[in-house]
């Protein structure tokens, strides 16, 4: 009762990574309360294949809902057995992914239980709120942290009287990690170990035969066409760079640095870089060990996306550009002319 709860995203009988990433920050955050964390994973042919790729991230008891009908996801079926499972575990968090799938069952649940949802979530916290009308004060409260108003604030959202308290996720915002048993956790359960347990309910008790009114015909998942999550190396660039034109010599760059191209949201609105390159709170979140920002301003919803990188540079002709401050290393100058010779220098030291 009162744990905290991760919706398991399946892809046919493969976990998506989101899912991993918020078992990771869920087991942190049950350990901070003390409690347990479970995670629900729904699907077909799911049991015997996502139990290894769960319980490593530190899942106390995982519930598996196996049956002919639950893949490719439908809206109906998925929302009654969480829904009905939340009615009886009663948790008092639940973190889902900030996906086509997320961002469907997410506020279905949250509307049928009564509860908050925040979406796009950049961080998680636990941490007291004190109702300055009332003078009631909540303590260990989840603080869903996010972006607001054009991404001009970062605004803290609690929920202090419904539950559970529910929270979406970017890929990419949280980082994956197999937990290793040796966590913070509080009081009586500080020196155990996670109990590893599965149970296997029977769907037809949570999901109503209606609710499988509605059959997929046919499912398909078009493959990424870059890796831009995962590169070690990025290139990104913003509105500085000038032109669709411009972005060739970032390609080139990324090239010879074996790296990703990447880019902000005024870039990606003016048509000089596709959609799905575009970094921040409303694209991709990245955490390379080198991040190249050229002719990028720095606005907070871009720094949300790339914040976490291992050595930020920053290219840009305003030595006073917001983007500046988190930056490790700051190029003075355009990108026209700044990154032809880098894209010349390595040439030259890479044979």
Known sequence: MNNVFVYIEIEGTEVREVSQ????KGRKLANELGVELHA???????????????????????????????????????????????KEEQPQICLMGATVIGRDLGPRV???????????????????????????VYENLLYQIRPAFGGNIVATI??????????????????????DGLGDRSGAKASQACKKEVVYP????????????????????????????GAPIVVAGGYGVGSKEGFDSLFELAKVLHGEVGGSRAA??????????????????????????CGIS???????????????????????????????????????????????YYKQNSK
């Open 21 to 24: 990433e918020l078992l990771t």
């Open 40 to 86: 629900v994973a729904i699907g077909t042919g799911i049991k015997g294949k996502v139990e290894e790729q769960v319980l490593p991230y530190g899942v106390d008891k995982l519930f598996v809902f196996d049956a002919p009908e639950l893949f490719p996801y439908t809206s109906a079926p998925h929302t009654d057995i969480v829904v009905n499972l939340f």
């Open 110 to 136: 949250s509307s049928s239980l009564t509860s908050g949802l925040t979406a796009d979530c950049t961080q998680l916290e636990i941490g007291p709120y004190e109702d300055k009308k009332s003078g009631k």
């Open 158 to 179: 609690v929920n202090p009287d419904h539950r559970p308290q529910m929270a979406t996720v970017r890929s990419g915002v949280m980082q994956k990690a197999i937990y």
């Open 202 to 229: 029977e769907v037809s008790k949570y999901v109503s035969p209606e609710a499988f009114v509605v059959k997929v015909l046919d499912h398909h998942v078009e493959a990424a066409k870059h890796n831009l999550k």
């Open 268 to 293: 990606v609105d003016a048509g000089w870089i596709d959609n799905d390159r575009q970094i921040g709170q409303t694209g991709v979140t990245v955490h390379p060990k080198v991040y190249i920002a």
């Open 298 to 344: 720095g606005q907070i919803q871009h720094i949300a996306g790339m914040q976490d990188s291992g050595i930020i540079i920053s290219i840009n002709s305003d030595p006073e550009a917001p983007i500046n401050k988190i930056a490790d290393y700051v190029i003075t100058g355009t990108v026209e002319e700044v990154v032809p010779k880098m894209i010349k």
